[in-house]
């Protein structure tokens, strides 16, 4: 900080009352020039102190600290950076058979505990002018007004309290996990996100002193003193400078949040004095100010008008940001279907998406450190809406494809919650989902890789049957009609590249024409082979080799062997043929299965649900996305 000027947080002051001595009695404040903190309970005069008794960084404050037991000093850098705020909690204990202690808390954290002498008992007693009369106590927050000088450091104070009692490391942490904003007593609490609790933290009785800048009165002083009494009010009329029965010059009160509990009488809060460079401001994250002006709606509006990277990354890390911080953006988020209008608008956007992007998305799912200990997806309705429809990502650089895939694959497999997340990958339909991807003929070989990977294990010991069923039916879509033949085609040209050229795919994908006109095509083959090899994969035990008996089962009852026999037959490719024969010899591993086979027990389950479809569409010969010719009786007779 240019200005080296201390920060004085907090200056408490005892007064005789019919005598004009002052004595300060405790002093915290932050010395910018050595970044510590300094605790004093050095007894000083106030009337006839020096601006430089109170410089915390000046050499002889540095000198008293090390010979007095009055003074601690904290080192805390942090403390010292400008634009951040920090939550602080000093701790003073008193001890009668040694010596006391001070303890400082910041941001929940203890930091460090030093011997000090506590506060004397009686004021005067350092000048030896100890005396029985009434004393009173009042504080300053910031710079004393006979202190104050010329200075361009700007500081501010959030909430504050007094306690009358030693608080624990454990209600310290809670306290800063309240967030700045709370305002209250500590009776009832509820942390940022978090439910109420009806235990308090603090008894009533121990609570002395709170402000909150929400509850200010502009009174006079004259109100001051019919309000509340006149020995408080003559003591604000002091410090203003304002005579007794003054009622034109309005006088900010802070009220003591404190001051409607059970207990012995407490002060009446805070007076705003001075009108140079103070002010009161209420303060409020901006997570919470947004809901004044909209909520999520106008950050998803600035997404929507974003035309450059640049406008999109900021537009969503806000959005992110908020929600995030926010409990009630979450919830509006979920009400308004939020998380859907962000999806389509990424979507439109897709030119504009970088892995920037992509990692704000996983922040905002709350997936982005799927390493920690909890690993369990925080937030199943943005998972579904934004990773789990990949048609957002679909048309984005392939870079980022890849990395959504293995990083749903990690949440599948390093996750020690990865049971619970691939139910839930099941339960959004991310099968089907990638199943349609895998159509796209821009893909990468590497990126039908991942893809496939995902598959396998989401079809791996899943209680529904559905995705095994709809997988089997997306494979038969692959098959050319009865009367075009596979075996001409060379697989070794359509190696599906690593690079993700656009055009020099399109231009290798052009020549190829849908089956559906009776020329097969050499991608299908491809595509039919990797989900046949994702089938061989799903009958082997990964860890052993050994062959997965539960899983064959399913294989039998859910698409039969007919389902199989249609990968055998003679117009296919060569490789199609060699897969699906792996797979029958695995399925054929024990006598039973062998009897089901010879039977044909087993047949017919891939068609679970196309009846009303073969009614409908006979005439056109095709079922649920898959040929059966170009006549449907045809077909049934070529291939029954």
């Not at 900080?1 to 002093?27: I, K, N």
């Not at 709370?182 to 009806?198: E, F, V």
């Not at 809060?269 to 997570?287: D, E, I, Q, Y």
């Not at 690079?499 to 095509?521: A, K």
Request: hydrophobic letters at 40%.
């Amino acid at each position: 900080m240019e200005d080296p000027h201390p920060v004085r947080l907090f200056t408490a002051v005892r007064h005789l009352m019919g005598t004009p001595h002052h004595y300060v009695c405790l002093t915290v404040g932050l010395s910018v020039r050595d970044k510590t903190l300094v605790v004093s309970t050095n007894e000083l005069n106030l009337t006839t102190m020096s601006v430089d008794d109170f410089d915390f960084g000046s050499a002889e404050s540095v000198l008293m600290s090390t010979i007095s037991p009055s003074v601690v000093r904290f080192w805390c850098p942090e403390l010292a950076q400008e634009g951040y705020w920090h939550h602080i909690s000093i701790v003073l204990t008193r001890a009668v058979l040694k010596n006391s202690n001070a303890s400082l808390y910041v941001d929940g954290i203890h930091m460090d505990t030093k011997k000090i002498h506590y506060i004397s008992p009686q004021p005067g007693q350092s000048s030896g002018s100890m005396s029985s009369t009434m004393t009173s106590v009042y504080g300053f927050i910031g710079t004393p007004c006979c202190l104050k000088k010329e200075s361009k450091l700007l500081w501010r104070l959030g909430p504050m309290y007094i306690f009358e009692e030693v608080l624990s490391s454990i209600t310290i942490n809670a306290m800063f996990n309240l967030g700045p904003n709370y305002i209250g007593s500590l009776q009832t609490p509820q942390s940022q996100g978090g439910p109420a609790t009806n235990n308090p933290y603090i008894s009533e009785e121990r609570i002395l002193w709170g402000v909150h800048a929400h509850a200010v009165s502009l009174l006079t002083v004259a109100k001051i003193r019919k309000v509340y009494n006149k020995v408080d009010s003559k003591s604000i009329a002091k410090q203003l400078n304002l005579p007794l029965q003054d009622n034109s010059v309005p006088v900010r009160i802070l009220h003591n949040s404190a001051g409607h509990l059970h207990g012995l009488a407490r002060s009446l809060g805070s007076v705003l004095v001075g009108n140079l460079g103070v002010r009161t401001f209420c303060p409020r994250p901006v997570a919470k100010t947004i809901d004044n002006v909209g909520g999520p709606a106008v950050l998803l509006g600035l997404i929507s008008m974003a035309d450059d990277v640049e406008g999109l990354y900021a537009a969503v890390k806000s959005l992110v940001c908020v929600v995030k911080s926010c409990g009630l953006a979450q919830r509006e988020m979920e009400r308004t279907k939020g998380y859907q209008i962000l999806a389509m608008l990424l979507k439109k956007k897709h030119h504009l998406l970088n892995s920037h992007i992509l990692h704000l998305t996983f922040s905002l799912v709350g997936t982005v450190d799927s390493g920690r200990e909890s690993t369990i997806i925080p937030n199943p309705i943005a998972f579904g809406e934004l990773l789990c429809d990949v048609e957002v990502w679909n048309h984005a650089p392939c870079e980022l494809q890849r990395s959504l895939y293995d990083h749903l694959i990690e949440l599948a497999t390093e996750s020690s919650e990865r049971k619970q997340n691939r139910q839930l990958m099941r339960d959004v339909n991310l099968v089907w989902r990638l199943l349609t991807t895998l159509q796209e003929p821009t893909l990468p070989q590497s990126t039908v890789q991942s893809i496939a990977n995902l598959i396998c294990l989401l079809l791996v010991d899943a209680a529904d049957s559905t995705h095994l069923l709809r997988f089997g039916q997306f494979v038969v879509r692959t098959l050319p009609s009865f009367s075009a033949s596979e075996k001409h085609l060379s697989l070794d040209f359509i190696d599906m590249t690593h690079t993700c050229s656009t055009h020099s795919l399109n231009s290798e994908f052009g020549r190829l024409e849908e089956d559906s006109s009776g020329i097969v095509s050499a991608r299908n083959v491809k595509l039919r082979n990797v989900c046949l090899e994702i089938v061989l994969r799903l009958l082997q035990i990964p860890t052993n080799g050994e062959i997965h008996h539960p899983m064959c089962e399913d294989v039998q009852k859910v698409l039969g062997y007919d389902w199989l026999l249609l990968f055998l037959q003679g117009h296919l490719h060569s490789a199609t043929v060699v897969m699906a024969m792996r797979i029958l010899v695995m399925l054929l591993h024990n006598p039973t299965s062998m009897a089901r086979f010879r039977e044909g027990s087993c047949g017919g389950g891939w068609l679970t649900g196309t009846e009303q479809l073969l009614k409908n569409r006979m005439g056109q010969g095709v079922v649920l996305g898959f040929n059966v010719g170009g006549n449907w009786n045809k077909a049934q007779t070529n291939r029954e």
